[in-house]
């Protein structure tokens, strides 16, 4: 399983971006699809995750701002990242477990990450 994590780039504080994960060689449908950051110096951090049947679960600190959804027919799953702020700023990263449910577990497949920058 081969992921790509793409839209990432430099916004302003306040500002919006959408990241999307795609896949190579199957469809990200039957599989829980989980983003990650990690800005430098710090721990990488669960941002959300979407399961096969469409739920969804997010780290409290960025429920509202940030929204995970599915694209089935460019098959990604892509997450919303609004009202963004500086501390933001991280390299993003998607990544797929290797059954439908969001378990809270190891990810077992990662995609190359996308640097997100929020600067004015």
């Known amino acids: 399983l081969q992921l790509q994590a793409s839209g990432g780039g430099l916004v302003q504080p306040g500002g919006s971006l959408r990241l999307s994960c795609a896949a190579s060689?199957?469809?990200?449908?039957?599989?829980?699809i989980g983003w990650f950051r990690q800005a430098p110096g710090k721990e990488r951090e669960g941002i959300s995750c979407?399961?096969?049947?469409?739920?969804?679960n997010y780290a409290d600190s960025l429920k509202g701002r940030f929204t995970i959804s599915r694209n089935a027919a460019k098959n990604t799953v892509d997450l919303q990242m609004n009202s963004l702020k500086p501390e933001d700023a991280a390299v993003y990263y998607c990544?797929?477990?290797?059954?439908?449910?969001?378990?809270?577990?190891?990810?077992?497949?990662w995609g190359k990450g996308t640097q997100v920058t929020v600067s004015s």
């Open positions: 990544a797929s477990e290797d059954s439908p449910d969001c378990s809270g577990g190891a990810m077992a497949h």
């Open positions: 060689g199957f469809t990200l449908d039957y599989y829980a």
């Open positions: 979407i399961s096969s049947d469409g739920s969804t």
